[in-house]
């Protein structure tokens, strides 16, 4: 496979209302290294990224941070005892890696594999939760509770679930939000636990769904994107964001901490060194808070851009100063969800 499947651009998320069931939530720990596992994140810090491939590739690769265009990296491949197979959403939780995986249903349900650290090629997942309702699902993010929110664009719905999640199976979504005919994958989750939802087809005035506890009626929307694709927050409460072509130069966008209220567009938008058939599709910021995100453009432009927002604040002119791939990179035609921790 060295494209992105019809589904994965035509996902949901116009977030309308939900049906609900309750269970006691988690709580989130501190975190710490993922390689090392006990040592201070700062220490040294690795990024994740998937590729959203077949068997042939890689579903997981792994290295130091900061990146390096010659960096050393861990690959892991598609194993039965590991059930990574196209590989999706990434994030961390409880010190804990989480990846979304089609595994042996094929996505319909999709399997989040849940894996102690370090990862490492034989490594065999701590819990296997299969997330009842869900299709295809692209992105997950926990929320301030500890609870568990997923995109699943093949049944056009975003879903919740409860822990505490300690014993692998299958997980009813304690809440449905439903979609219309606005397609998004990419999630955010602020520290209110106001759901973020960027939307492919949007447009201009419907750029990213915002849904806010307790997660009824309709949601607002921020504006000023096409074909909108990562979120993320960092530590102050900006919002990141990108617009994509291609009937625009693609960008990566920031609205300010208070400038995420309806109708409120773009603080900054940057499209400095970007080319021209980028498709940013998920990001995520080192501790000392520069920026890593997957590429997943096509021939000229998949990989990993780094913004060095550690060092040079971020504004219009602002280039990538690494645009990092390799040759299974490069082959797929896409890097898809990233993590750094």
């Given at each position: 496979m060295n494209h992105i499947p019809v589904a994965r651009f035509f996902a949901l998320v116009l977030l309308f209302g939900c049906s609900e069931r309750g269970a006691a939530p988690a709580v989130p720990s501190t975190i710490t290294d993922p390689q090392a596992g006990t040592a201070p994140a700062a220490a040294q810090q690795h990024v994740y990224w998937t590729l959203f491939a077949g068997s042939q590739y890689?579903?997981?690769?792994?290295?130091?941070?900061?990146?390096?265009?010659?960096?050393?990296?861990?690959?892991?491949?598609?194993?039965?005892?590991?059930?990574l197979i196209e590989t999706s959403g990434v994030t961390f939780h409880q010190n804990r890696l989480w990846i979304l995986s089609f595994g042996q249903s094929s996505g319909e349900p999709t399997s989040a594999l849940v894996f102690d650290l370090p990862l490492k090629e034989t490594s065999a997942p701590k819990y296997t939760f299969v997330l009842g309702n869900s299709n295809g699902g692209d992105a997950l993010a926990f929320d301030p509770s500890g609870d568990l929110w997923i995109s699943s664009p093949g049944y056009h719905t975003i879903l919740e679930y409860k822990g505490p999640f300690t014993k692998s199976g299958t997980l009813a979504p304690a809440k449905t939000l439903n979609g219309g005919n606005l397609y998004s994958y990419a999630i955010a989750v602020d520290k209110k636990g106001a759901v973020y939802a960027s939307i492919l087809n949007g447009g201009l005035k419907n750029s990213i769904a915002v849904s806010q506890p307790p997660y009824k009626g309709k949601p607002y929307f921020l504006t000023g994107l096409t074909s909108a694709g990562a979120l993320g927050f960092d530590s102050h409460g900006n919002l990141y964001a990108s617009s994509n072509g291609p009937t625009s130069s693609p960008a990566l966008v920031r609205y300010s901490a208070d400038n995420l209220k309806k109708g409120a567009k773009p603080s900054i938008a940057d499209s400095a060194g970007l080319p021209a058939d980028s498709y940013l599709a998920a990001l995520d910021f080192t501790a000392k808070g520069d920026l890593y995100i997957a590429n997943c453009g096509g021939p000229g432009s998949p990989?990993?851009?780094?913004?060095?927002?550690?060092?040079?604040?971020?504004?219009?002119?602002?280039?990538?100063?690494?645009?990092?791939?390799?040759?299974?990179?490069?082959?797929?035609?896409?890097?898809?969800?990233i993590a750094v921790h």
């Open positions: 890689p579903q997981v690769q792994i290295a130091n941070v900061p990146l390096a265009k010659k960096s050393k990296v861990t690959s892991i491949g598609a194993r039965t005892k590991n059930d990989g990993i851009d780094v913004y060095p927002l550690s060092s040079n604040a971020f504004s219009s002119k602002l280039a990538p100063s690494l645009e990092y791939t390799n040759d299974d990179i490069t082959s797929q035609g896409c890097a898809w969800g």
